[in-house]
């Protein structure tokens, strides 16, 4: 069902009200206090630097939103086939999963220089980085959804005589879709972060870079407006992608339970 205006309006002027609250909060402490702009810049400071260097933002997050996308492609179509291998044999899943789990825990800084000796740097590596940080979520979730079967709905294909396919693509699959589209969300997220990191290290030059070369560089330059609207353009970009996987995942959900009922 479809809100009307006034619910939007009703869902909407609580977050912005808040927002213009800090807004006003922080611009009048900035002139209150005379902190430095290399401090602490004014919102209007900022909005100045967005405006100012606007092409470069857009270029940066555009590369930036790119190499998210890959990685979380890659990831979603990776962790789903690697949940699918580890659903169907509880030796492998037991033997393998530990591993999967170190993606999750390993220090991306302390692998960034493997990724240097043996892809070198630039665009692939950033996305290499970006599967290594958001791939986890997409096993867990979709390994889960695989394995917690009721027990009964197995014994009810095994007394129709179902080969290891048909529960797989009749059963397995269909209980794991919200579990997919939940880990999904999470990995979504997490893609923006590992695009961002991996563009710390590996992932820029003296042409073509992204956000987290912005981010870098500005805050080396003590250049603190600028480095406030890479920071914005950042998380812009990931609520734009979140977003976009939680409406697709919504839709599916919903066009699922429908067609179940």
Partial sequence: MSSSPGQMLSRLWPPVGLLLVVLGVWQ???????????????????ATAVITDGDRLLAASLRTGVAALAGFTASLVAGVLIAVVFSQSRLVRQSCYPYAIFLQTVPIIAVAPLIIIWFGTGFPSVVLVTVIISLFPIIASTTAGLVNIDEDLIELFGLYRADRWQVLWKLRLP????????????????AVIGAIVGEFFVGHTTTHYGLGYLVLSTSQHLKTAHL??????SALLGIALFGAVTWIGTRLLSRWGSATD
């Fill in 28 to 46: 009048a402490s900035v002139w209150w206090f005379e902190w430095p702009p290399f401090l602490m810049p004014a919102p209007s400071d900022v």
């Fill in 175 to 190: 209980h794991a879709v919200p579990y997919l589209v939940t880990g999904a969300r999470t990995s979504s997220g997490m």
């Fill in 228 to 233: 406030f609207a890479a920071v914005i353009a």
